[in-house]
């Protein structure tokens, strides 16, 4: 994500949208929404305006594509589907995940999960499957179960989710890039 908070709004933003984040008054908020448009500009190559559900998932205005969106302290991950859900998630490898593990862990998964990278792209797996799912009040750890894994530079999970309304299999890819773990699959 660009650094600093003096971005330049017309670059990225409609009129309507600087007005919108500038009420904010958060930097931070601003920049993950700069690095979005960015990206998207470039990866599409047209200017698809980008809104929210009321339960926060994004979509563009002119239904191109699918997408998914996740932001980390320094990064922000894309990704992008003509015709399929998208779901992405990004985190630091370094961010130790060992106090909240227990609350999106399965007991079975814990015990499998030994290791920060390990639970870090659980993590990653089991937010990337939420997105996809699109369902309200899952319980990581009762609902989205993982096969096992290890973790190497890039790999794949088998992951079950089993909600209120519906119950799927996806498959969850992921890389380590830089110390991040991003994870991402297409319903």
Request: some cysteine; proline content about 4%; charged content about 25%.
């Amino acid at each position: 994500m660009p650094d600093g908070e003096n971005l330049p709004p017309d670059k990225f933003f409609s009129a309507q949208e600087e007005q919108e984040y500038r009420q904010l008054g958060n930097a931070k908020r601003i920049r993950e929404r700069a690095a979005t448009l960015h990206l998207l500009h470039r990866t599409l190559g047209v200017e698809d305006a980008l809104h929210h559900h009321p339960n926060g998932k994004p979509y563009l205005a002119a239904g191109s594509h699918h997408i998914s969106i996740s932001h980390t302290r320094s990064h922000v991950a894309l990704a992008l589907h003509p015709c399929r859900e998208a779901g992405v998630d990004v985190e630091s490898m370094l961010r130790s995940m060992q106090k909240v593990a227990p609350r999106y862990l399965s007991a079975d998964e814990l015990a499998r999960c030994t290791t920060q990278a390990q639970q870090c792209v659980a993590w990653c797996a089991k937010e990337t499957v939420y997105k996809l799912a699109g369902e309200e009040g899952v319980d990581f750890a009762e609902h989205i179960r993982l096969s096992p894994f290890d973790v190497s530079a890039e790999g794949s999970i088998a992951a079950t989710f089993s909600g209120k309304n519906k119950t799927a299999d996806f498959t969850i890819h992921y890389r380590i890039i830089d110390e991040l773990a991003v994870c991402y699959s297409f319903g």
